[in-house]
């Protein structure tokens, strides 16, 4: 009897994280103990970041870990590029459960 379901789908019960490169994975590592918690929005704000080398590098500029509170005006600064500004707008989605707004001052 043939279903339609994806090869072994119905037999997956495993939760495994599938990390980009062991950079992407030494950073989740060692960036989510640095978290105040480590709920599962800290869990994908810190998965998010690590996803790119230009997020990794820039890390403190974008979240603080003090506070908890992620910084939106690191999406304007000069090192910022499409493909990093999507992976932040993305992590802070998932942390604040929306997209902080970005007020343009100039």
Request: aromatic fraction near 12%; include cysteine.
């Amino acid at each position: 009897m043939a279903t339609n379901t994806a090869k072994g789908a119905e037999k997956k019960n495993t939760r495994t994280i599938t990390f980009k490169n062991n950079e992407h994975k030494d950073f989740y590592k060692e960036y989510l103990q640095k978290c105040r918690y480590q709920d599962v929005y800290h869990k994908a704000l810190i998965y998010c970041l690590g996803i790119s080398r230009d997020t990794r590098e820039n890390v403190d500029r974008i979240y603080d870990f003090q506070t908890g509170c992620v910084k939106t005006e690191c999406l304007q600064e000069g090192w910022q590029t499409s493909g990093s500004a999507k992976i932040v707008r993305m992590a802070f989605n998932l942390y604040c459960n929306e997209t902080p707004s970005v007020v343009s001052s100039g």
